[in-house]
T-cell receptor
Framework: LAKTTQPISMDSYEGQEVNITCSHN???????ITWYQQFPSQGPRFIIQ???TKVTNEVASLFIPADRKSSTLSLPRVSLSDTAVYYC?????????????FGIGTKLQVIP | GAVVSQHPSRVICKSGTSVKIECRSL??????MFWYRQFPKQSLMLMAT?????????EQGVEKDKFLINHASLTLSTLTVTSAHPEDSSFYIC??????????FGQGTRLTVV
């Protein structure tokens, strides 16, 4: 059973900022919040990961409140190539043995 | 990020034959590898988790005699679909982790059983 919930789909126009929110109601103390992007017929690609507060890299920002029950992936100025499915996951940081399970993901459609 | 290479990317096989899919971690040692199956317009479904040198742990409903997983080294895991049937046609994806908190994914294998 997936540990996270997120909207099934979102639409956005090119050039806009997109925020995708995920609920982590069952997150464990050692879990890291991790987001992946998947294009059709490809494996998921790591986007960003965080434990709490804000993390930013060259492609996205991740906002995590103090209670860690939610997270928001922020994609600045999306382009058509950002059309994909985005998954939020809780991944255990205490060792590599814990399994990694996916929820349904959010299908982002970027409109010209 | 770390690279996970999966081979082949596409395979077509006849019903009743077996197919082997390889998953390699190229620049790190994968303590744990995961195998997933993904049907069209659906999410990834975890099939099994394997740790190097030990037997794989299968998820409920996944037949271990049909989907043979071998994790013989810290950089290689294989999934063999035995006696494949058309309903086994799917997109199979492997993932690898070291002891850290990231999981890295292969590019996937599209299996078509005819």
């Amino acid at each position: 059973l997936a540990k996270t919930t997120q909207p099934i789909s979102m639409d956005s126009y090119e050039g806009q900022e997109v925020n995708i929110t995920c609920s982590h109601n069952n997150i464990a103390t050692n879990d890291y919040i991790t987001w992946y992007q998947q294009f059709p017929s490809q494996g998921p690609r790591f986007i960003i990961q965080g434990y709490k507060t804000k993390v930013t890299n060259e492609v996205a920002s991740l906002f995590i409140p103090a209670d860690r029950k939610s997270s928001t992936l922020s994609l600045p100025r999306v382009s058509l190539s950002d059309t994909a499915v985005y998954y939020c996951l809780d991944i255990g940081g205490s060792g590599g043995y814990q399994k990694v399970t996916f929820g349904i993901g959010t299908k982002l459609q970027v409109i010209p | 990020g770390a690279v996970v290479s999966q081979h082949p990317s596409r395979v077509i096989c006849k019903s009743g034959t077996s197919v082997k899919i390889e998953c390699r971690s190229l620049d790190f040692q994968a303590t744990t590898m995961f195998w997933y199956r993904q049907f069209p317009k659906q999410s990834l479904m975890l099939m099994a988790t394997s740790n190097e040198g030990s037997k794989a742990t299968y998820e409920q409903g996944v037949e271990k005699d049909k989907f043979l997983i071998n994790h013989a080294s810290l950089t290689l895991s294989t999934l063999t679909v035995t006696s494949a049937h058309p309903e086994d046609s799917s997109f199979y994806i492997c993932s690898a982790r070291d002891r850290g908190s990231e999981a890295f994914f292969g590019q996937g294998t599209r299996l078509t059983v005819v």
